[in-house]
């Protein structure tokens, strides 16, 4: 059997999930038997969200995230080649991108299962699109070190290869407040930070402003325990 890999994005956040997501999506779900999913809950309230009549029970689900050992992603793709369409979601936003379905992705690539990406949100993209920063040359870092010493130092790091390159980076939404305390103490006065939180939601929060004007903003960015992607350029 030949096998396709449909990898599905998911909306980034509770509000219009539905106009979100693409008709020709839709048409894919419906159609496929085999879904890999990051969280097994979040994913079945999202596909019965975009249509009422789907049948869950008669569909395999396969949790995959950052947990699952090497041994169980080999034993998901094995199952994975038994069905001629599968679906591949993050738990938000398009899988294979600061996502453990990437290793789906490779595993398909290595063999020959055909992979085809779906239309959808990408918190990274949209933050890169709405923040003024280059759009040009940019790169993308995950997490920042755990350890102080070497935290700011990367902080450091990236913000000398902002002069060229616009640099991104998310944290857990936790610990969002602490990191741009920490990056506000960190970098130069003019360096530009972008703060892109709760992107397609109603209570959406994009804005770029350098250190110094962060510092003068007498109200607190709304970005504590949301999700939020950081930008640094100049």
Not at 5 to 25: S, V
Not at 216 to 227: G, R, S
């Amino acid at each position: 059997m030949n096998s396709t890999l449909y990898l599905l994005p998911t909306p980034l956040c509770n509000e219009h999930i539905l106009a979100m997501t693409a008709p020709y999506n839709i048409s894919i779900i419906n159609s496929c038997t085999c879904f890999i999913v990051e969280e097994l809950k979040t994913a079945r309230r999202y596909l019965k969200a975009i249509d009422k009549s789907f049948n869950i029970d008669e569909k395999l689900f396969l949790e995959l995230n950052e947990h699952t050992s090497e041994v169980e992603t080999n034993q998901v793709f094995r199952t994975l080649q038994q069905h001629k369409k599968v679906i591949l979601m993050s738990e938000t936003g398009c899988p294979g991108v600061a996502d453990p379905g990437a290793n789906i992705v490779k595993l398909s690539h290595i063999n020959n299962v055909k992979v085809v990406p779906l239309t959808g949100p990408s918190s990274i993209i949209l933050a890169i699109m709405s923040s003024g920063l280059n759009g040009q040359n940019f790169a993308f870092h995950g997490y920042l070190p755990k350890e102080k010493t070497q935290r700011q130092q990367k902080m450091r790091n990236l913000e000398r290869l902002a002069t060229q390159q616009s640099q991104w980076l998310i944290e857990t939404p936790y610990r969002n407040v602490n990191l741009l305390e920490e990056l506000l103490n960190t970098l130069g006065a003019n360096t530009k930070i972008c703060l892109a939180a709760n992107i397609n939601s109603d209570a959406e929060f994009i804005k770029t402003k350098t250190v110094a004007e962060w510092k003068m903003q007498e109200t607190a960015p709304p970005i504590h325990k949301v999700p939020c992607v950081f930008g640094i350029g100049v």
